[in-house]
């Protein structure tokens, strides 16, 4: 296909409907990109990315890769790492370079490869991908110490894999004459001095920049993007791939800074990322030739095996003694390390130079490291859900509610769901309403929902819905439009929401959604609490449906959510839904009248219950005298 508007098209809308797809029928992305590209180029041969880009095609792939990056070093906020501080640390610069000897070991002993390849391939399985990880850890939910571990080892670790490559190219090239030992050295130093220091200075100037109002918002996004491709290139020209060092650290670095704007930021490259990540993963997949894939032998089955099963495995084990992690959060961190995007691309930089440079297996390094990333993707994307469930390190085993503001409403909700087994939690920055909750046994968090504290101290990732039930319908607003593009813009609601005039109403782009319908007030909802209306939940069966049950409530009654035998939560103001059904418990908020009766019937089947308790008890001692 020589068109290029045509396949970059083909590319683009192929990526999104993977990753609609692996959303619909919940399945790791990767997994289906993977399939899109080896469908697009080996099997059917339709595009060949490498070959029709021409020269274009490595500055792009290296241009993707470092803007994929620095959106992944603005996810890095030092606050989440105080736990897992020392675990990153150790596994960054002691399992890092030790997986690189033993990766570059078992290449040459096992997979038959020459030291030269051998080395740079070691070097490019350090990394461990974010562009795997991250969609991984946010379908996983794991709990908040283990998806650290991964995410800052991912991100930090991708840079260094590529510059541990370099390295050894470029070594490579000092051997054989090419270079100079004392130019390599300089360029290294060069390259790390301008990658850190100018990464750095880079955060901290645009970070200026918009704390103090330097720039208009509209500009802000573009800047960013300008600024992550300048940078990458210039320290891309004093030594090769130490850009992607650069950018990494660029957004840890703005990640840290207090900008108001870095959410609205975030967003932006994280959409950016999921169209790089969906296209470039295609792209390089399809640049791979059914030649290099059938090169792969015996030997390359013994290399994977020793590096997915020993290698890996004993350089985490090795790193990790004594940092304060439990033997199944070290032997879950051990198995998963997907590798991703940065070594495909690197390896096809190289492999292509070495083998022009007289290395005869040089294009076989392209062959292993597709081999590694294929099978990591595989086993990793389909294992890392149920292993964490096997060793308890999910964030919850079931979608939870998050209600902020703590109120007799708020709190009488949660008791219910508590005993429903739904996983909530109340938040409140006021100390005398928490403390009523605290009370009543619900889990709390004391403090500003919107601040910093809470975003990296509330593990956002073990609830699937958010509620905003505070006395201010403007705050409800705010918070729901902050949560809305972490949480699902259809899984957030507030109270209120009705407003007395048009003047005084919230537009209905702002906000979450009702709750009520029609809505109701603070105030309302917690005199209907005092004049006795309580929560109750009721099962459906085949004997009784939604039908009798609408039937035997009075018209008042508040229906809020159902529960799907799954676990999944219903709320029945969303739009399109269909009724519940047999299996699913419907928890409502009813009238008095109706609590009082329900009331009643549990009393008396309490009492006909001890009646028939007693008749057996007396029956077993008669029978015993007899």
Do not use: C
Not at 584 to 596: G, H, K, T
């Amino acid at each position: 296909m020589s068109d290029l508007a045509f396949q970059l098209a083909l590319i683009g809308l192929a990526g999104i409907a993977a990753q609609w797809v692996a959303w619909k029928v919940q399945l790791p992305a990767i997994v289906l990109l993977l399939a899109v590209g080896l469908l697009f180029g080996p099997l059917l041969n339709v595009m060949n990315p490498a070959v029709d880009f021409g020269e274009l095609y490595t500055p792009l792939v290296s241009t993707a890769v470092a803007i994929i990056l620095f959106e992944g070093g603005l996810t890095l906020n030092f606050r989440e790492i105080k736990e897992t501080s020392r675990a990153v640390r150790r596994i960054v610069f002691f399992s890092g370079p030790l997986v690189w000897m033993l990766t570059a070991l078992a290449a040459h002993y096992v997979g038959g490869l020459s030291w030269t390849t051998s080395m740079v391939l070691g070097a490019l399985l350090v990394v461990t991908g974010p562009t795997v990880i991250m969609p991984l850890l946010r379908n996983a939910k794991l709990k908040s110490r283990p998806a650290s571990i991964l995410r800052w080892e991912a991100i930090v670790n991708d840079p260094l894999g590529a510059l541990f490559a370099v390295i050894a190219f470029e070594g490579y090239l000092v051997l054989h004459g090419s270079h100079e030992a004392e130019g390599l050295a300089f360029s290294l130093v060069m390259a790390l001095l301008l990658a850190i220091g100018g990464g750095i200075a880079a955060g901290r100037a645009l970070g200026w920049l918009f704390a103090r109002g330097q720039s208009p918002e509209y500009l802000k996004a573009p800047i960013l993007f300008a600024a992550v491709v300048g940078m990458n290139a210039v320290t891309n020209l004093v030594l090769e791939e130490a850009g992607l060092l650069t950018v990494t650290v660029m957004g840890i670095t703005m990640a840290n800074a207090k900008i108001s704007s870095l959410g609205e930021l975030r967003r932006f490259k994280e959409t950016i990322t999921i169209l790089l990540v969906s296209g470039l993963f295609i792209a390089l997949t399809a640049s791979l030739r059914m030649e290099t894939l059938y090169s792969l032998s015996w030997q390359a089955l013994g290399f994977i095996f020793l590096v997915l099963f020993v290698i890996r495995p004993i350089a985490i084990g090795l790193s990790t003694i004594g940092v304060g992690l439990d033997w199944k959060e070290r032997l879950f961190v051990g198995w998963i390390a997907p590798r991703g995007i940065v070594a495909v691309a690197v390896a096809g930089l190289f492999g292509q130079t070495l083998t022009q440079m007289g290395v005869a297996d040089g294009q076989d390094m392209i062959a292993y490291t597709f081999a590694v990333v294929a099978v990591t993707i595989l086993l990793h994307g389909f294992t890392l859900g149920p292993l964490s469930k096997l060793l308890n390190l999910k964030a919850a085993v079931r979608p939870g509610i998050l209600l902020v503001g703590a109120s007799p409403f708020t709190i009488a909700f949660a008791k219910r769901l508590k005993t429903d087994e739904v996983p909530v939690l109340i938040a409140d920055d006021n100390w005398t309403h928490i403390s009523d909750a605290r009370y009543a046994e619900i889990e709390t968090w004391y403090g500003e929902i919107l601040s910093e504290a809470a975003h990296h101290n509330l593990n956002l990732a073990r609830f699937d819905h958010m509620i905003a039930a505070t006395d201010n319908d403007a705050y409800n607003a705010l918070i729901t439009t902050d949560f809305a593009p972490e949480i699902g813009r259809s899984d957030v609601f507030q109270i209120g929401r009705n407003g007395n005039s048009e003047r005084r109403s919230m537009n209905f782009t702002i906000g979450g959604l009702p709750l009520f319908q029609p809505g109701k007030t603070y105030n309302e909802l917690n005199e209907m609490i005092e004049k006795g209306w309580v929560f109750q939940s009721t099962r459906l069966t085949e004997e009784f449906d939604y039908a009798d049950f609408r039937d035997a409530r009075p018209p008042e009654t508040q229906m809020i959510l159902w529960i799907k035998p799954s676990g999944a939560i219903v709320f029945s103001t969303l739009e399109g839904i269909s009724d519940p059904v047999s299996g699913d418990r419907i928890i409502s908020f009813v009238p008095p009248r109706l609590a009082r009766e329900k009331e009643k019937i549990e009393k008396a089947s309490t009492e006909r219950e001890k009646r028939q308790e007693r008749a057996r008890q007396t029956i077993e001692i008669v029978t015993n005298k007899a």
